[in-house]
């Protein structure tokens, strides 16, 4: 399990933000990008994760959050799978580009060998 891993701008940006990278025992370097409208999680020289963001502002866009609980979303390739959950997502989204200024989440990572 990484984080919490927090991705925050000044304001509502589209596209790329600055990737960060951490070290998991068991997996080495783990590096984390927002690209579009995807969380990327690649392992170094390894395979990598492609999250759907928009699968997330989708199902919290018009809904009054009455319970805090976070946001669960999967991602697979090959041996390599892993759940996001989204702790927080703000921006703007008109269902199609999402605009994240602030983006916080645990990352929960399965490597089969």
Do not use: C, Y
Not at 36 to 55: M, Q, Y
Not at 58 to 75: D, S
Not at 84 to 102: Q, R
Request: glycine residues 12%; proline residues 6%.
């Amino acid at each position: 399990m990484i984080g919490p891993v927090v991705f925050e701008s000044h304001g509502p940006i589209q596209g790329a933000m600055s990737p960060q990278t951490v070290r998991v025992d068991g997996l080495g370097t783990v590096r984390l990008e927002v690209a579009g409208n995807s969380l990327i999680a690649g392992i170094e020289n390894g395979p990598e994760l492609r999250f759907d963001l928009t699968e997330a502002a989708n199902r919290l866009a018009g809904v009054v959050i009455t319970e805090r609980r976070p946001l669960p979303i999967e991602a697979a390739n090959g041996p390599l799978s892993g759940t996001i959950l989204t702790e927080n997502l703000s921006g703007t989204f008109d269902g199609a580009d999402l605009g994240l200024s602030l983006l916080r989440f645990w990352l929960v990572l399965k490597h089969e060998s």
